[in-house]
């Protein structure tokens, strides 16, 4: 069975670009949550989205929104890129909250 | 304090010893555990996870969890060159069991 999917793996962005990254959860689960994870850091919580509405939102700007499509794929994107913006985007899949299974992130580079 | 906290390590344990890492944790009232590995410029992958005071074994691996000392440990036996990873603990806060709070991660290493 495939596990969690996301696209693109690797984004070099300018400042004030905005970005779409995209995700595919495993077969049959419905809950996407979105992680962004500095170097050195754990991951730190931006949203999760449960049958296709957003259940909680961690400290993030404004500039960062999802969304959950019907076939329970999701969508991050960021608006006027910053320098720290700089992170790898971690993809995360559960049928309901708990466990979260991973995907193999996208690595956003902002020059 | 940080709500979940672990050494950073590194910590060096030799081959076919065990290595043991500790989280520890702010909230009370805190139910379930989790720990992930995560391999050098990867993404993190689920080991365990456990609810219950006491241990829990899978393989090489068990999970000690201790409530009342809010703290929860990860026993790896009989430790492989393929171990070493940076040992992430994830806990949901209370109410919230759809997020993750993450400690900062232990970076274990495993010298043959």
């Known amino acids: 069975d495939a596990g969690v999917t996301q696209s693109p793996t690797h984004l070099i962005k300018t400042r004030g670009q905005h970005v779409t990254l995209r995700c595919s959860p495993i077969s049959g689960h419905k809950s996407v949550s979105w992680y962004q994870q500095v170097l050195g850091q754990g991951p730190q919580f931006i949203f999760q989205y449960y049958e296709k509405e957003e259940r909680g939102r961690g400290n993030f700007p404004d500039r960062f929104s999802a969304r959950q499509f019907p076939n329970y794929s999701s969508e991050l994107n960021v608006n006027a890129l910053l320098l720290g913006d700089s992170a790898l985007y971690l993809c995360a899949s559960s049928l309901t909250d708990q466990p979260q299974h991973f995907g193999d992130g996208t690595r956003l580079s902002i020059l | ?112």
């Open chain 2, 1 to 112: 304090q940080k709500e979940v906290e672990q050494n950073s390590g590194p910590l060096s344990v030799p081959e076919g010893a065990i290595a043991s890492l500790n989280c520890t944790y702010s909230d009370r009232g805190s139910q379930s555990f989790f720990w992930y590995r995560q391999y050098s410029g990867k993404s993190p992958e689920l080991i365990m996870f456990i609810y219950s005071n006491g241990d829990k074994e899978d393989g090489r691996f068990t999970a000690q969890l201790n409530k009342a000392s809010q703290y929860v440990s990860l026993l790896i036996r009989d430790s492989q060159p393929s171990d070493s990873a940076t040992y992430l603990c994830a806990v949901p806060p209370p109410g919230s069991n759809y997020q993750l709070i993450w400690g900062a991660g232990t970076k274990l290493i495993i010298k043959p």
